[in-house]
């Protein structure tokens, strides 16, 4: 099967977005946009994790349902840290397999930035140090960076990013399976990076309100589930 997902977007809970942002609101547009999974956006935010918990079902394979919709544990941040004798910001995606899991990653960067100030939180951590933590908790996480090519919060960026994912992450590189294209750029322009040849490149929306839902999309084969999510990943290397 394929399905159209769109797993970058936020809550009402992340600075300068729609007090609409509800998953309410959020299924409502996405079955006017034909999307069939969406992230559950800001999980590290203790209110928005806990209205996850309230409102979503577990469909007891890695991911979750309201009103007809499948939701992915997933969330942006923004780290902040100094690697090379230069300070870099980067934004990143994370996906968990469950809201377990998304509780351990907020319990593990807790005393790393303010969860509860913004539903996209300032990490003091490189890139490489959040993904370390991230593995050691499961190894399914995924950290996907965001928009790649912003200047200032891309990992690409050229205000305070990297040259390289391999400057970035190191030997940790082989565990990132997919950049961002974000709004800056498409899947063809980075197609001509040779270092993305064997990492997948997707495109969602960053929706700060509901009907910005789907404005870029990804479209993904196999079982619509976390692992199905994860493996389509990695077959698309």
């Not at 159209?4 to 946009?33: C, G, M, Q």
């Not at 303010?114 to 499961?138: A, F, V």
Request: with cysteine; glycine share 8%.
């Amino acid at each position: 099967m394929t399905y159209v997902a769109d797993l970058h977007l936020h809550s009402s809970y992340a600075l300068a977005t729609s007090p609409d942002l509800n998953f309410e609101s959020l299924a409502r547009w996405a079955k006017i946009k034909g999307i069939d999974l969406l992230a559950t956006a800001d999980f590290t935010h203790p209110l928005w994790l806990q209205e996850t918990r309230d409102k979503l079902t577990d469909q007891g394979n890695g991911l979750y349902e309201f009103d007809g919709v499948s939701f992915v544990m997933g969330t942006e941040v923004n780290c902040n840290g100094q690697q090379d004798g230069r300070s870099r910001r980067v934004h990143v995606l994370i996906l968990a397999p469950g809201i377990d899991t998304a509780a351990a990653i907020s319990e593990a960067l807790s005393d790393k930035g303010k969860l509860g100030s913004d539903g996209r939180p300032t990490l003091h951590l490189t890139p490489r140090q959040l993904l370390e933590t991230l593995l050691h908790i499961d190894d399914r996480i995924l950290l996907i960076p965001a928009h790649v090519w912003t200047p200032w919060f891309g990992i690409f960026g050229s205000k305070s990013g990297f040259d390289s994912l391999e400057e970035c992450f190191g030997d940790l590189k082989k565990h990132v399976l997919a950049i961002e294209s974000g709004l800056s750029s498409d899947p063809a322009m980075n197609w001509q990076i040779p270092e993305l040849d064997d990492v997948s490149i997707v495109s969602f929306s960053d929706a700060h309100s509901a009907p910005k839902l789907g404005r870029e999309l990804t479209k993904f084969g196999g079982e619509l589930s976390y692992d199905g999510l994860l493996d389509d990943l990695r077959r698309q290397n």
